[in-house]
């Protein structure tokens, strides 16, 4: 019994690694998906500064 109790208590630990790994992942991504699109945006306002111009008039 004592040996159930242990893998089960093993298996819930890498469960719950697992998910905070996972989550870790997912706020990294996100964070690399903003810096892209701000580069991207600031990029399309130097190539077309007349375009952002019109835009705010």
């Known amino acids: 019994m ?3 109790s242990s893998a089960i208590t093993v298996a819930n630990a890498l469960y719950g690694a697992l998910g ?3 989550q870790s992942a997912i ?9 892209i699109a701000d580069s991207a945006s600031k990029s ?3 190539v077309n500064p007349q375009r ?5 008039e």
Do not use: I, P, S
């Open 2 to 4: 004592a040996a159930l």
């Open 20 to 22: 905070t790994t996972g």
């Open 27 to 35: 706020e990294v991504a996100q964070g690399k998906v903003d810096v």
């Open 44 to 46: 399309a306002r130097r």
């Open 52 to 56: 952002e111009q019109t835009a705010r």
